[in-house]
């Protein structure tokens, strides 16, 4: 068969099969009386064989390997070509994305675009100083899509440019709640907590549904922040969680803080105080009958002021002294 017709037939260009054969991979049976190459059908299944092979993203090198060398084991190179290819995939998805945010900045031209890749490029730098001027920037006059904001604050170690990643976060849409809600669902309890930190910080109504999920996290680190962040916004939900915190001694003082600006009407104030007092019942160690008793000093009504008169004879002297003098600081008020 000519060159030709076995160009035809396996779909390779006479191009490519004198490469081949300079190359050694193919090796015509010899020409016929006006000079052309001729390929026997041996000829044919190799050259199928190595576009099999050449499609599955080995070398030509690679393919004379595999189809010479009687010694040559694939799994060795079929576990490289399995990597190389995860790499690859990574390095286009990176591209898909970064294109997708391009496109969801809407830039006019040129000159936006190449600004936004440059404001993306500094949101991965490796300098904490160059991704806070990012975040600065992308808060005020370099519009960034909100979803490569919040896989910065997510990601982010350095609490410094997180809070600037936050606060550019807070001022980029409405996408932010949905994104943010995602990452509570990430195996990382890091990630969590930096998510519930930056729905703390946005404006809008649609985060408090989130931070309410948040309170059912397996992870104190993450309930607790989302507890504080829901009594900021006066949801009487997070009353459960910041008593715990009380207890447990975590953030004690900010919680008893939310616990008092909670206070505000009789009902929620009676149902701290009875919080407060049925912890009080089973707190066995003098610390966290403490701070127990500092958390009922701002609840109003006569339960709180009963429970810091008996502990104003508590056997610990720190609790009595400070119940005693919570008491006094009320009656004064």
């Given at each position: 068969m000519l060159i030709g017709d076995v160009a035809r037939r396996s779909g390779v260009s006479t191009r490519m099969l004198r490469h081949y054969e300079s190359l050694g991979l193919v090796r015509p049976d010899g020409r016929n009386e006006s000079g052309y190459r001729e390929?026997?059908?041996?000829?044919?299944?190799?050259?199928?064989?190595?576009?099999?092979?050449?499609?599955?993203?080995?070398?030509?090198?690679?393919?004379?390997?595999?189809?010479?060398?009687?010694?040559?084991?694939?799994?060795?190179?079929?576990?490289?070509?399995?990597?190389?290819?995860?790499?690859?995939?990574?390095?286009?998805?990176?591209?898909?994305?970064?294109?997708?945010?391009?496109?969801?900045?809407?830039?006019?031209g040129w000159t936006d675009v190449l600004r936004t890749v440059a404001l993306l490029h500094e949101l991965g730098s490796a300098s904490p100083g160059a991704r806070q001027r990012a975040a600065l920037a992308a808060a005020e006059d370099r519009p960034v899509p909100a979803e490569a904001l919040v896989e910065a604050v997510l990601g982010e170690p350095d609490p410094h440019v997180a809070g600037a990643l936050r606060w550019a976060l807070a001022r980029s849409g409405q996408d932010a709640p949905a994104l943010l809600a995602e990452a509570l669902h990430a195996g990382s309890a890091l990630v969590r907590e930096r998510a519930v930190r930056a729905l703390a910080e946005l404006p809008h109504a649609a985060a408090s549904a989130p931070l309410r999920r948040a309170l059912t996290d397996p992870a104190p680190e993450v309930r607790g922040p989302a507890a504080l962040a829901l009594a900021a916004r006066g949801v009487t939900a997070a009353v459960p969680e910041l008593l715990d915190m009380v207890v447990?001694?975590?953030?004690?003082?900010?919680?008893?803080?939310?616990?008092?600006?909670?206070?505000?009407?009789?009902?929620?104030?009676?149902?701290?105080?009875?919080?407060?007092?049925?912890?009080?019942?089973?707190?066995?160690?003098?610390?966290?009958?403490?701070?127990?008793?500092?958390?009922?000093?701002?609840?109003?009504?006569?339960?709180?002021?009963?429970?810091?008169?008996?502990?104003?004879?508590?056997?610990?002297?720190?609790?009595?002294?400070?119940?005693?003098?919570?008491?006094?600081?009320?009656?004064?008020?």
């Open positions: 390929y026997s059908d041996e000829n044919i299944r190799r050259i199928f064989h190595i576009e099999s092979l050449r499609s599955l993203g080995l070398s030509l090198r690679e393919v004379a390997r595999a189809l010479d060398d009687p010694g040559f084991a694939p799994a060795a190179l079929v576990d490289d070509l399995v990597r190389r290819t995860q790499e690859r995939i990574a390095a286009e998805t990176e591209l898909l994305t970064r294109l997708r945010r391009i496109d969801a900045a809407e830039p006019a447990e001694g975590r953030g004690d003082t900010d919680a008893a803080d939310a616990l008092g600006a909670l206070a505000h009407d009789p009902v929620t104030a009676g149902r701290i105080a009875t919080g407060l007092v049925d912890r009080l019942d089973r707190a066995a160690i003098p610390p966290v009958r403490l701070r127990l008793a500092q958390a009922l000093a701002d609840i109003p009504g006569a339960e709180a002021a009963e429970a810091l008169a008996a502990l104003a004879h508590d056997a610990d002297r720190a609790v009595a002294l400070t119940a005693a003098h919570v008491l006094r600081l009320r009656e004064e008020a």
